[in-house]
């Protein structure tokens, strides 16, 4: 089975992957491994992804649609593959689209996951994180027991920049602009299938699966 999902930042697209890809029994593939992939072994395309971020650049389709070619051509995604954070454009999608066809194989669905943005706004900028130790909280779902504090060290938390409520607005306005028109591209080939990303992750991934006609394992 080859699955995409989408959905604006916030809407645990990167959990739902992970708890997929473990039911399936197939790779979890997204844009951020396959970056870092690249740049820890040194290929030619690893190198030019590390120099174009460390000016502060946007890694361009033709650097990131040739990643996907290498990783949906290896033997582990034979048996299918879940793809998360690609594509994003309307381009990209079209690559994808012909590159499968390439590889005689095809999409099986697009998993759209409906989030609003008020919500979206409360998940991210609730986030806050250990400096010292990594560890995640959220302020109203996962919070630490002293307020402000990491549990295992006690180091004062932290709130990315990225996670500032005007930064997550402006994400979501890129997110509208570039991918949510994806939905109609899918949409036209019949192949989307929407699920409520409010409920819990657990709830998240029956819908998924019983919307794949999946059993849970």
């Known amino acids: 089975m080859i699955l995409i999902l989408l ?3 916030g809407a645990g697209k990167g959990t739902q992957a992970k708890l997929l890809a473990n039911e399936l029994r197939i790779p979890h593939v997204s844009t951020g491994d396959m970056f870092r992939d690249h740049t820890s072994r ?10 174009i971020m460390a000016n502060g650049g946007l ?35 079209e690559f994808l689209e012909k590159l499968l066809a390439d590889l005689g194989r095809k999409l099986d669905r697009v998993v759209s996951y409906e989030v609003n943005e008020g919500a979206i706004v409360e998940r991210i900028s609730g986030r806050r994180s250990c400096p010292s ?3 995640a909280y959220h302020v109203t779902s996962n919070p630490p027991r002293r307020e402000g504090m990491c549990d295992r060290d ?10 500032r409520p005007e930064k997550v607005l402006h994400r979501m306005q890129e997110y509208a ?41």
């Open 59 to 93: 890694v361009p389709d033709e650097v990131t649609n040739e990643m996907v070619r290498d990783r949906v051509s290896r033997p582990d995604v034979k048996g299918g593959f879940i793809l998360d954070g690609y594509p994003r454009t309307i381009p990209q999608a």
């Open 42 to 51: 040194g290929t030619e395309l690893g190198l030019r992804v590390k120099s």
């Open 7 to 9: 959905g604006p930042p």
């Open 177 to 217: 602009a570039k991918t949510a028109p994806l939905k109609a591209f899918y949409g036209a080939r019949k192949s989307i299938l929407e699920i409520d990303g409010m409920l819990a992750p657990d709830a998240v991934l029956g819908a998924t699966l019983s919307g794949l006609g999946v059993k849970k394992g």
């Open 133 to 135: 130790c990594g560890q």
């Open 154 to 163: 006690q180091t004062p938390l932290v709130l990315r920049e990225d996670d």
